[in-house]
């Protein structure tokens, strides 16, 4: 990676190399594979028939709705705005901010003329919970690729990893994962780093209310984090192993919170189906 400044712009330049990652939407059909090669069987979901909904419990979702969703593990944002599309046969439905499929926890789902409340939702304050694992990086910052480059993570005391979470509160520079949605020219970016095409990322301001150091399971670190929007917690984790000489990845995140709404709050995807089935 070269950086340098162009006016008062820094850059960052990334050479990617061809690396195997599975495409958003094959992550639950692939999880379920991985269970099968254990051994195990996994239940596959059956299909139904789809049965007209009642267009009294319809209307409402028409009119316009705010759904505070628990998004599964292996479910990527996108199929849960499928399965609801599905499930209320409508199609006006979007999401307020992308969770990865690795990711779990809470996903707001906006309906009919509450579509438009989207981006309002989308610019409220985040807090996240997870973990971070030390001592290895992975090229997407995350479990969706292995771990390389391992280190020795001896060295750090509890009070190093803590001092460590200071420089990256308040406003900060933030490189996106070179393994992100953004998109250059109209392309995504993991699209071009699967061709191994050469990248240009620009630094993002973003804000870092807080980062505090839950526990200790090392080379385990669990965490919790309140940022602003765009903020990428996969770059957070990569950044912070970085500042720590040793190298980490984030490897377990559940969004906790968004705004004044919580997790807690949440239903799940089959919790709601089971209410619209009566």
């Known amino acids: 990676m070269n950086i340098f400044s162009a006016g008062s712009i820094e850059l960052s330049i990334f050479t990617f190399a061809k690396i195997t990652v599975a495409r ?65 046969q409508i199609k006006k439905i979007g999401h307020a901010g992308t969770l990865d499929p690795l990711a779990t926890g809470l996903l707001i789902v906006c309906t009919g003329k509450f579509t438009k409340k989207i981006n309002e939702y989308m610019a409220q304050e985040k807090e996240y919970t997870g973990s971070i694992t030390l001592g290895a990086v992975t090229p997407t910052y995350d479990l969706e690729s292995e771990p390389q480059q391992q280190k020795d993570h001896s060295f750090l005391t509890e009070e190093m990893i803590r001092s460590a979470t200071e420089k990256f509160i308040g406003e900060i520079d933030q490189y996106p994962p070179m393994f992100s949605a953004i998109k250059k020219d109209g392309v995504a970016l993991y699209e071009l780093a699967r061709r191994g095409e050469e990248v240009e990322l620009k630094a993002r301001k973003i804000f870092i209310r807080s980062f505090e150091i839950t526990s200790f399971e090392l080379p385990v670190v669990h965490f919790k984090v309140v940022c602003s929007t765009g903020t990428y917690i996969r770059s957070l984790a990569n950044d912070f192993g970085a500042a720590l000489g040793c190298g980490a990845y984030l490897s377990s995140l559940c969004r906790t919170r968004i705004g004044e709404f919580k997790v807690d709050e949440g239903t799940t995807i089959e919790e709601l189906e089971k209410s619209l089935n009566g």
């Open 24 to 88: 958003k939407q094959t992550y639950r059909i692939r999880y379920t594979n991985k269970l099968a090669e254990a051994g195990e069987k996994p239940e596959k979901p059956e299909r139904k028939e789809r049965v007209p909904v009642d267009p009294l419990i319809q209307q409402p979702y028409l009119d316009g709705k705010v759904l505070l969703i628990n998004k599964p593990l292996h479910w990527t944002s996108f199929d849960v705005v499928r399965k609801l599309r599905s499930l209320l």
